[in-house]
């Protein structure tokens, strides 16, 4: 006896993807963009630096820059310096002018790839923050990443040689890592309490109060701006001035910032952060192609222990007191 065909079982179809598995997807897709934008930022300053312009006026110029095309957005959350004052001053002192400084002058003095895996020292330094400060207990697996992590950075450092690289320059780098802690601290407390604060706010008045602070410290009249009508060289070839320092405030700031905060809305901030560890590898290929900065295997296996500690660290799961 035959089936009646309206009984019938469905013939398998193939699922559509939930609006969490898009939402995913898309998060993803814009953290690779925000780690590949903010990877090109030392390699578009660099000539710029070697051009004459100092590395302060270098960073003031990207966060000045990147915070006058944000203008509108900043307009748009005005609400958000009353809510929370305290938390965009932070932001802008450590996430953009403490950050961009300390990276900029490091790369004056060490190669870009080694400033940014020692910058990539942050998220194992974050769980240090986490255990120390607020006593909060932190997996083993993040802690062995961290571990890890530091190895490497005596790897890229060469520390048996007496560190190799200047260390003014590794310090300076040092400084970053401790400013990237400041980072993800204070954009997990603008989501938290009763007066959240968006992503979006966070980033522009962060890069807006930045470039005020900067402005204060760098004085940015007394720069030869006349070098950016110039050309700079980058691996032995010329190319106007303009060209790397327009990279560097619309792609590798705006373009960065703002994929890089919309990212998080989709992720979860530990998947975001692994995702921008990609930074320090595109950083890293960027200047060896286009800089010519070629690093020995010690510094490669380093930047690989640095990269694997660091993914390690944040995409364990901070244990639960």
Not at 175 to 183: E, H, I, L, R, T
Not at 217 to 245: I, K, Y
Not at 267 to 281: C, F, I, K, Q, R
Request: proline share 7%; hydrophobic share 55%; net charge positive.
């Amino acid at each position: 006896m035959s089936l009646d065909p309206r009984q019938a079982p469905p013939a398998d179809r193939p699922s559509e993807p939930s609006p969490a598995h898009r939402a995913a997807k898309l998060g993803l897709v814009l953290a690779l963009v925000s780690a590949v934008a903010f990877g090109g930022s030392g390699t578009a300053a660099k000539p710029l630096i070697e051009a004459g312009l100092s590395p302060t006026h270098t960073v003031w110029l990207r966060v000045a820059g990147a915070a006058l095309v944000l203008l509108p957005v900043a307009w748009k959350h005005r609400d958000a310096v009353r809510r929370r004052p305290g938390l965009l001053l932070g932001f802008g002192l450590l996430a953009v002018a403490g950050v961009q400084a300390c990276y900029f002058a490091a790369i004056s003095r060490i190669p870009v790839g080694v400033a940014l895996l020692i910058e990539y020292l942050g998220p194992p330094l974050l769980l240090g923050y986490v255990r120390l400060v607020q006593r909060r207990p932190v997996s083993r697996r993040a802690a062995a990443g961290a571990g890890v992590a530091v190895a490497g950075l005596a790897c890229v450092v060469e520390v048996w040689h007496g560190l190799s690289f200047d260390a003014l320059g590794v310090l300076f780098a040092l400084g970053a890592a401790c400013c990237q802690v400041g980072y993800f601290v204070l954009a997990d407390a603008g989501r938290e309490g009763d007066r959240p604060v968006d992503p979006l706010a966070v980033s522009a008045y962060g890069l807006l109060i930045g470039a005020i602070l900067l402005t204060a410290f760098t004085r940015p009249w007394d720069a030869d701006w006349s070098l950016l009508t110039r050309s700079v060289t980058m691996n032995g070839h010329h190319l106007p001035a303009l060209v790397p320092a327009l990279w560097m405030i619309l792609v590798a700031t705006v373009l960065a910032y703002l994929t890089g905060v919309a990212s998080v809305q989709h992720l979860s901030p530990p998947v975001a952060g692994v995702v921008a560890n990609l930074e320090a590898v595109v950083a890293t290929v960027l200047a060896w192609i286009l800089l010519g900065e070629h690093l020995g295997t010690p510094q490669l296996l380093g930047g690989a222990l640095v990269l694997a500690g660091a993914f390690a660290a944040q995409s364990a799961a901070t244990a639960k007191p």
